[in-house]
């Protein structure tokens, strides 16, 4: 065999193997039927739960777009807004603010106390630093 034939045999495989992936892809994204794709509101539950838990967001990314067929963009932003959504609604009425008084006075530092906030609340970094600013005053 000529080096030639090698090489056309070669470059035959890999065309070959190419279009067999493509249609392999195709095939499986037509098996996913609207009829057994979920509401993302259905979801919406559990994925909160399995935030909460801790579970990886990489792997519940991927759990939202195999239950609902999202898209990988639409998957993301779905989790993204569980993950920071505003539950803390009005720190003014909680004893928040005596707690982070305590940990500014007993030298815990802003950044720890702000992290603190930020868990407790789930207010987002600028929101943790205003409060955290107020309650020094």
């Known amino acids: 065999m000529s080096l030639e034939m090698i090489l056309v045999v070669v470059i035959g495989s890999v065309v070959l193997f190419m279009l067999l992936s493509i249609i392999g892809k195709k095939a499986n994204h037509e098996q996913q039927t ?4 979920k509401d993302p509101a259905e979801i919406l539950p559990e ?32 989790v993204d807004k569980l993950t920071y959504q505003r539950t803390y609604t009005n720190p ?18 802003e950044i720890k106390t702000i992290k603190y906030v930020r868990g407790e609340t789930g207010l987002g970094l600028k929101e943790a630093k205003t409060f955290v600013e107020k309650a020094k005053k």
């Open 34 to 37: 609207p009829e057994n794709r």
């Open 92 to 109: 003014a009425d909680t004893d928040l603010s005596s707690k982070v008084r305590e940990m500014l006075q007993s030298g815990v530092g």
């Open 47 to 78: 994925v909160q739960q399995r935030l909460q838990a801790g579970e990886d967001k990489i792997r519940l990314i991927k759990y939202v777009r195999q239950e609902t067929g999202l898209g990988l963009k639409e998957a993301k932003e779905l």
